[in-house]
């Protein structure tokens, strides 16, 4: 079972470049989101999913694109990427019966935008 | 809105001692409450939860006791070990979807 699996593992870019971090679980689960870690700021939501076709947005949505074509991916596109958005970005999904239910994390992918 | 406030680290201990990490949270109506767990270079994993008041939640000699009267969910254990050095989340949900976690807290254990 191979959960929640994040790719690349790191990246770097350069201010205005464009990219899309892959997110895919094989559990079914309904809810997929991204969340930036960023250092004394805990995590913090940028978007998330209820569902194939539906996305919504979180905390911290400016600069990233989201979508949902299938139940199983959830791609996170940087679209002209900026040093602030400097971080450790983790995609998260779990399912939604009740709110409960504990959030299954991918290892992450660590970005650098020079 | 929702927001977690977690003890600000780091945390230094040696192998057998006492820890506790506080946190506190704002909320609507009644969250459910969680501690997840950041190894080195790995994702969050979910360490022990709880969903009403006065629950405790316990895992791999943790705990946690869900205090309404004080809107608190401190972790405990009694006895670290070099292997609980990691990054420790409060975490919070009081609707169907989102998780609001506090900053975190890294804690190092010596041998």
């Known amino acids: 079972n191979a959960g929640v699996t994040q790719t690349p593992k790191f990246q770097v870019l350069k201010t205005g470049q464009s990219m899309t971090l892959q997110c895919a679980q094989d559990?079914?689960?309904?809810?997929m989101s991204w969340y930036r870690q960023d250092p004394g700021m805990g995590l913090r939501l940028i978007h998330y999913?209820?569902?194939?076709?539906?996305?919504d947005q979180g905390e911290v949505p400016n600069g990233y694109n989201v979508s949902r074509s299938t139940t199983e991916d959830f791609p996170l596109r940087l679209l002209s990427a900026a040093p602030s958005q400097t971080s450790v970005y983790f995609c998260a999904s779990r399912s939604v019966g009740t709110v409960e239910e504990k959030l299954f994390f991918g290892s992450g992918t660590q970005l650098s935008v020079l | 809105g929702d927001s977690v406030t977690q003890m600000e680290g780091p945390v230094t201990l040696s192998e057998e001692a006492f820890l506790t990490i506080n946190c506190t949270y704002t909320a609507t109506g009644y969250p459910s409450l969680f501690w997840y767990v950041q190894y080195p270079g790995e994702g969050l994993q979910l360490l022990l939860k709880a969903t009403k008041a006065d629950d405790k939640g316990s895992n791999k000699g943790f705990e946690a006791t869900y205090r309404k009267e004080t809107t608190s969910f401190h972790l405990e254990k009694g006895s670290v070990q070099v292997s609980d050095s990691a990054v420790y989340f409060c975490a919070l949900s009081s609707n169907d979807y989102k998780l609001s976690f506090g900053a975190g807290t890294t804690v190092t254990v010596r041998a």
């Open positions: 999913s209820v569902g194939a076709g539906i996305t």
């Open positions: 559990m079914n689960h309904e809810y």
